[in-house]
């Protein structure tokens, strides 16, 4: 699994936007499916969303709809645009990897630092 490091979280008000970023020391990343992962203080990480080696995308309900994965042109970085933003989006996000051969990523051995939201008024 590859280490990441993620960017881009701030504080937006509700209904507000951001763009996360995730990208592992340049490498190219279109040999693996990438997760992002959401988790609340207190409360395991669960994934909201994956990009598959092919382009599919997945997501979780509570955020399909308003939130987007995408692969960098650059293909060394995988984008997380979030949208119509809710208290509850709230926490730290997290990126984690699986081969090409493999599922959508059910967590990491290895996390990053994480880059946090916060949503509020």
């Known amino acids: 699994q590859l280490q990441f490091v993620e960017s881009g979280g701030d504080s937006v008000q509700p209904g507000g936007s951001l763009t996360l970023s995730c990208g592992a020391s340049g490498l190219v990343l279109d040999g693996y499916n990438i997760g992002w992962f959401h988790q609340v203080p207190g409360t395991e990480r669960r994934r909201v969303s994956c990009i598959t080696v092919s382009a599919r995308t997945h997501y979780e309900d509570s955020v399909k709809g308003r939130f987007t994965i995408s692969r960098g042109s650059a293909k060394n970085v995988i984008f997380l645009q979030m949208g119509s933003l809710k208290p509850e989006d709230s926490g730290i996000y997290y990126c984690?990897?699986?081969?090409?051969?493999?599922?959508?990523?059910?967590?990491?051995?290895?996390w990053g630092p994480g880059t946090q939201v916060l949503v509020s008024s």
């Open positions: 984690a990897s699986t081969p090409s051969y493999g599922a959508c990523p059910s967590g990491a051995d290895n």
